[in-house]
């Protein structure tokens, strides 16, 4: 649990919370019951919070150990089943799944191209695009 002060003798607390065999998860703005822990802390990492209430900086793709991936920005995250719908969701916004911002093409610019199925990054060469063309065709 992490609690912040307001400075005017208020306080609030964000984190998870263990009350008569449920777990309550807080945030700033929302809170939600939960029959397990897990439960909650997923909950908390789809809002961009770590079980303790602090943030998460970091941003890119993680295998989660029950099955699929866990995609965060730092502000937010989502789980995905596929790997390719994570980076896609990261790319929009400006992520590479390294966790890097895109700095070539700006935000939202995904960080490959798909030629008829066969992908290529969204920074390569002519050179390299034509190969992926000839490749297809």
């Excluded at 970091?58 to 029950?66: C, F, L, Q, S, Y």
């Excluded at 965060?72 to 790997?83: A, K, M, S």
């Excluded at 799944?97 to 960080?111: D, K, T, W």
């Excluded at 066969?118 to 050179?127: D, G, R, S």
Aim: aromatic content about 8%; overall charge neutral.
């Amino acid at each position: 649990m992490t609690k912040h002060e307001l400075g005017n003798g208020e306080s609030y607390v964000v984190g998870i919370v263990e009350e008569m065999g449920s777990f309550l998860a807080l945030t700033a703005t929302e809170s939600k019951k939960f029959k397990t822990r897990r439960g909650a802390e997923r909950w908390m990492e789809c809002r961009g919070l770590t079980p303790d209430g602090k943030k998460i900086d970091t941003a890119g793709i993680t295998v989660r150990p029950e099955g699929g991936y866990h995609a965060v920005t730092g502000r937010d995250g989502r789980v995905f089943y596929d790997l390719e719908a994570a980076e896609k969701w990261l790319g929009e916004r400006g992520y590479l799944p390294n966790g890097e911002r895109v700095r070539e093409g700006g935000l939202g610019q995904p960080h490959w191209i798909v030629i008829y199925g066969e992908k290529v990054p969204y920074n390569c060469t002519l050179e390299e695009m034509n190969a992926a063309l000839n490749r297809v065709v």
